[in-house]
Every structure is written in structure tokens, then in C-alpha cells.
């Protein structure tokens, strides 16, 4: 015997059936194929959607088929209803990064070291990508601020802001270390000293000189400590990133800085010329500078002596002429002080034109007469 169905039954019966699917709800879905617009996903209840392939994944040029898999279960946002075809449009990528965002925020919460893919460089900062999250990192939060930026290059980094709903995520690279400076620093001052010869590398150049990381404390390397010839600025002679050993000159304690010399590292061109130059010498030189007292002559490789500015406007004006850099000039050797490393030159009067060293002949009588002046009246 067959039961008769009541209308509340038959109503229960119908609410088995029914489904709602709005825009901006999160469901469970297999993918079943592809077509040209994208995958094609099962969501239940007879219902299909589409995943176009900008929303399968917030990494660019993938192939579909790669992160949707056939057969496999995902979970969706709905960002369109049904559409005439019956069809829903579905969302991978944005389900990925809502995820993202919660991750961030427990790593935010947990002050963690995250690491980041530069994917661009911008005026003022670097662009970086954190698992499908685009974040910026501004100069100011860089460790070095002359850093080269290279797009695909990993970065270490900690979280300052993150804000999902304004799509706000500043993040720094400086504070990575600035934690760990203050053992790092005991662990350095503990163990160096004046004298040490170390390896460090060029972290930032400035017109007063370069700073070297010597196992991660910034230490000065001065502009006159990085060549014993003269140089016009460090980027003459460093670059950033570059490997060098220098010797520990200074190391203050109270103040936690550290001097160092990069020319101390190498031989000491005054040693040498000491042996070869003698007060008296005649000797060749190319001028390297020229200030308002005088003119510098390099006389020996790496060595520097002074031309006085009234031996220099002297020469120059008897020989109606300049003296510029990179001019080859013979001067003798007045005064030699090794220990002080000064060298000051004078220009023989044999360097004067030959015109100039010539001997006045003596005026004959008549012509003493015919240039005498007649007394005043």
C-alpha cells in the first residue's frame, strides 16, 4: 500500500532540491574539463561554472591545467552568478590570496622572518612578492639603500603594516637585522682589534667614503684610507658589492665604530721612494692637482709632492703659460721628510725658455746716455 504524500512532504521533498548560489560565496567544486574560456568545474546540484584563466592563479602565464587539475576538488568564489547559460563564474586566485592574507597576519602576529621576490623596482622602493601578495619596501626600510636591484632576486623581510581591505602592505628589510645588530655588534667589538687585517665587503659609498661589512657591522672606510695616490671619489675606485680586506686602523668602543684602511693593506709607496729620492734630485712628474697653494706632482708611483704656488705662477709667467692636470714637469727635490711623507719641489731655472737665460749684454756708452732720464727741475 502505497502512503499518500502530504503537501508539507512534498515541500520537504522540494527543499532537498533547492540550491542558492550567490556572488561572493565560497564553494567546493571538481574540475571536470576545459574549454576556451577556461576550466570547467562541477559545484553540485546540477549547477556549472566556469574559471577563467586570470582567476586560476595570481602567478602570470600559467597553463590552467597546471593548478586546476582534472578530477581534483578546489574551493571557489562565486564573483558572477548564473548567466543565460545556466553558467557561474568562479574564482581561484582570489580564494588563494584570502588565505594569503590570514597567513600573513599570523606571521605579522608572530613577528616573523618571511622572504620575498623583488618583482619590480620602483622610484623609492621595491615591489616584492610574498606567497601571491604584492608588498612594497620602501628605501628607507632597506639595509643598504644602494642596493642593486635585480628583478627575481630573494629578500629577507618583516611585516610593518598589513591592511587586507586597503590592500595596504609595507614591509622592511632593515628591521630584519636591526634586531640582531646589538649581539651582532658585542659578538665584532669583543673580538677585533687595530692591526687585524679582515674581508668584509662595500655596502654603501658616500663622497667621504664607503662603509665595509665586517660580519655585520657597517665600518668606515674614509676617503683618504683607500689609496695612497690621490682620489677624487670612492666610486673611482669601489663598487658596491664588492669583496675587499682591509686592516683595522681605529675601534671605538664608546661610540661602536670601527675605521678602516684599505691602502694600509698594500705596500707603502713612500718605503720604496725613500730609497730612490735624495734633497737635490732632479726628477719627472705628472701634475695630479692643483690647488690654490700649489700643485701636487706624483714624482714616484703613489707618490705626491708639492709644487709651491709662487714657484708655479712664477714659471707660468715667465714662460707665458699654464699648468693644467696631467702636464709632465721636471722639478728638483728641495725638501724631503719620509716620515711626514711631504716632498716639496722647486723648478730649476734651467726649465725657463732659453731666451730667458741669456746673459743682458752691456749698453755702450751713447746708448747709456740716450736712455738716462734727465733730472727733475
Not at 628605501?139 to 635585480?150: A, I, P
Amino acid at each position: 500500500m502505497v502512503k499518500e504524500m502530504s503537501d508539507g512532504d512534498f515541500e520537504e521533498l522540494l527543499r532537498g532540491f533547492d540550491y542558492t548560489f550567490k556572488k561572493g560565496d565560497l564553494v567546493k567544486g571538481i574540475v571536470y574539463g576545459y574549454d576556451s574560456d577556461g576550466a570547467i568545474v562541477d559545484i553540485g546540484a546540477k549547477a556549472v561554472a566556469s574559471v577563467p584563466e586570470r582567476e586560476a592563479s595570481y602567478e602570470e602565464n600559467i597553463i590552467i591545467s597546471s593548478v586546476l587539475e582534472k578530477g581534483k576538488e578546489y574551493e571557489f568564489l562565486i564573483i558572477r552568478e548564473e548567466d543565460e547559460e545556466g553558467k557561474f563564474l568562479l574564482s581561484r586566485k582570489r580564494v588563494d590570496l584570502a588565505y594569503a592574507w590570514k597567513e600573513l597576519e599570523k606571521i605579522k602576529e608572530a613577528d616573523e622572518i618571511i622572504e620575498g621576490t623583488i618583482t619590480q623596482c620602483v622610484k623609492g622602493g621595491l615591489i616584492v612578492d610574498i606567497i601571491g601578495v604584492k608588498g612594497f619596501v620602501p628605501s628607507s626600510q632597506l639595509r643598504n639603500k644602494d642596493m642593486e636591484c635585480t628583478v627575481g632576486d630573494k629578500i629577507q623581510l618583516k611585516i610593518l603594516t598589513l591592511d587586507s581591505q586597503q590592500g595596504n602592505f609595507i614591509l622592511s628589510n632593515k628591521k630584519v637585522f636591526k634586531e640582531t645588530t646589538e649581539e651582532v655588534k658585542k659578538a665584532v667589538f669583543s673580538q677585533i682589534e687595530i692591526g687585524q687585517i679582515v674581508k668584509g665587503e662595500v655596502v654603501r659609498i658616500t663622497d667621504f667614503g664607503a662603509f665595509v661589512d665586517i660580519g655585520g657591522v657597517d665600518c668606515l672606510l674614509p676617503l683618504s684610507q683607500i689609496s695612497w695616490r690621490w682620489v677624487e671619489h670612492p666610486t673611482d675606485l669601489l663598487k658596491i658589492g664588492e669583496k675587499i680586506e682591509v686592516e683595522v686602523i681605529d675601534v671605538d668602543h664608546a661610540k661602536q665604530r670601527i675605521s678602516l684602511s684599505l691602502k694600509n693593506v698594500k705596500p707603502d709607496p713612500w718605503l720604496e721612494a725613500e730609497k730612490e729620492i735624495k734633497e737635490g734630485d732632479i726628477r719627472e712628474g705628472t701634475i695630479t692637482r692643483i690647488k690654490n697653494f700649489g700643485a701636487f706632482v706624483e714624482i714616484y708611483p703613489g707618490v705626491e709632492a708639492l709644487l709651491p704656488h709662487n714657484e708655479l705662477t712664477e714659471y707660468q709667467n715667465k714662460n707665458n703659460c699654464i699648468f693644467k692636470i696631467g702636464d709632465k714637469i721636471k722639478a728638483s727635490i728641495n725638501k724631503f721628510n719620509p716620515s711626514d711623507k711631504r716632498i716639496s719641489l722647486g723648478l730649476e731655472v734651467n726649465e725657463a725658455p732659453a731666451e730667458e737665460k741669456k746673459p743682458r749684454a752691456k749698453k755702450t756708452k751713447k746708448e747709456a746716455e740716450e736712455t738716462t732720464e734727465p733730472p727733475e727741475e
